[in-house]
């Protein structure tokens, strides 16, 4: 069992909420998945900028030391750094080498990402989530069934620029498919099945595909229980499996989309008594793009 | 008539003072306000009481139900009246998944839709859905009956006992050993009753639906199967 939410706004006059209304939303899953959590935030980030997440300890200096021109935010065990876009490889290069010790575990011109073990208000609250403003966000309770409780195996995974992706369930043929990725250029942080789900719909927008052509792919190549939750730069999507076991509940206003594996997760959202709410319907992929 | 705001009430509260109800008690009407998608709510009634719940409904809300009249305002959660022995349940919106799942009496009405694998397992309820029903509905359904006004998804009525499914638009699929049958005279009269107890006097024509059931193949082992294990 897991809990997943997911808030996409419509209304900009939100914008400033997002943080504090997933917040609440995932500090509702806690008894889905007590044992870690997670969050994917779309927050400010101008063209030709990247921001990368960095994960590890003594993060202060980091920033100052890699020179003018980048910026970096310490929020307790990540630290996010922004920079000019041609300066990605660098910055990736000097970590590398000078501190191999810590990850990256999102990159993109407006994601940042950040997970750790214990429960959803502890991690919420240690990132400060309810501050945090944005257009959309994706989050993760985790009730570990298949890996050790690491944060490692917390979600969001993001495998490519500005994505993540969030996941209920399990995958059967993971195996297989992280040994079809990797000759396509797949590179792999943990052993992490939805982390391969996640390299597989980044290797189809990568070929050319939409987030929901990706999704529809993965119907075929996926073997497994999934609910999925996507988020790109400008999008939001949702995926069941065609045997629909994970639960998933979305609901629709004028001025927002919210996704989460219960109703009870939405209860708190601006006017949710007058939105449409509804269950997806398996094996078919709703998304939605900002304009 | 009692009413319980389950925003300064826990549904356990709800729960021990519904079971703590007497045959004979005056209290025979309850109302559930703030609901908030909770699990659980009104389970496990045994008198002939009525609770109305004022919102959406979690997981398995009035399971197990004997005799009472639960009715929800909203949507409700996976496991609907999942286990019904008798009594009636009336979902106003949406049910989820397994809706009335191995449930042996009563009648469940849904006004919206059902998704995935109601009436799963039935052993003798009468489910009455409005919109439409999921796939994989009336799986292994052993008794009871079934009418649906709206469609039915795929392998509608998979490994099928003696249950009656009635379904007033398309099929996309039938399971195995589900067929389509024959609507005589009783099915008629069966299915006019049922519409008339689930409030749909004048809305619905017995005429419009067909009826599925069991072909009555998967009954017993079949000698032929035997390399197949």
Known sequence: ?291 | MRRMDLSETTRRDLNSQLHALLPNTDETHWRVENPEGQHALAVGLNIPVTVEIAGHAGYYCAGMNSEATVIIEGNAGVGVAENMMSGRVHVKGDASQSAGATAQGGLLVIDGNASARCGISMKGVRIVVKGSIGPMSAFMAQSGTMVVLGDAGDALGDSIYEAKLFVRGTVKSLGADCVEKEVRDEHREELRTLLDAAGLKDEADVGEFKRYGSARTLYNFHVDNAAAY
């Open chain 1, 1 to 291: 069992m897991c809990g997943i939410v997911g808030l996409f706004l419509k209304d900009q006059s939100l914008e400033s909420q997002l943080g504090a209304l997933l917040a609440n939303m995932l500090e509702i899953m806690t008894d889905r998945g007590p044992d870690s959590a997670g969050f994917a935030i779309y927050g400010s980030g101008d063209v030709g900028y990247r921001k990368l997440t960095v994960r590890g300890g003594n993060l202060d200096g980091i920033a100052n030391a890699l020179g003018a021109g980048i910026a970096g935010i310490v929020r307790d065990s990540h630290l996010v750094l922004s920079m000019p876009a041609e300066e990605e490889d660098s910055v990736r290069g000097w970590l590398a080498t000078e501190r191999p010790d810590l990850v990256v575990i999102g990159a993109g011109q407006r994601i940042e990402l950040y997970k750790e073990v214990g429960l959803p208000a502890q991690v919420t609250k240690r990132f400060d989530l309810a501050a945090m403003a944005g257009t959309h966000g994706i989050g993760h309770t985790r009730m570990a069934t298949e890996s050790a409780v690491t944060t490692d195996g917390a979600h969001p995974f993001s495998t490519g620029p500005d994505q993540c992706l969030v996941h209920n369930g399990s995958l059967s043929n993971h195996r297989s498919l992280r040994r079809m990725l990797e000759p396509m250029g797949m590179r792999f942080a943990t052993d992490n099945d939805s982390e391969v789900a996640a390299a597989y719909l980044t290797w189809r927008l990568q070929e050319g595909s939409t987030l929901a052509e990706a999704l529809e792919g993965s119907l075929n190549d996926l073997d497994g229980f999934f609910t999925f939750v996507v988020g790109t730069e400008s999008g939001f999507a949702v995926l069941r499996d065609p045997i629909s076991c994970k639960p998933a509940v979305i609901a629709e206003t004028d001025q927002y989309v919210a996704f989460g594996s219960e109703y009870r997760a939405l209860v708190n959202l601006p006017r949710i008594n007058r939105a449409c709410v509804f269950e997806p319907e398996p094996a078919r992929v709703y998304a939605w793009e900002r304009n």
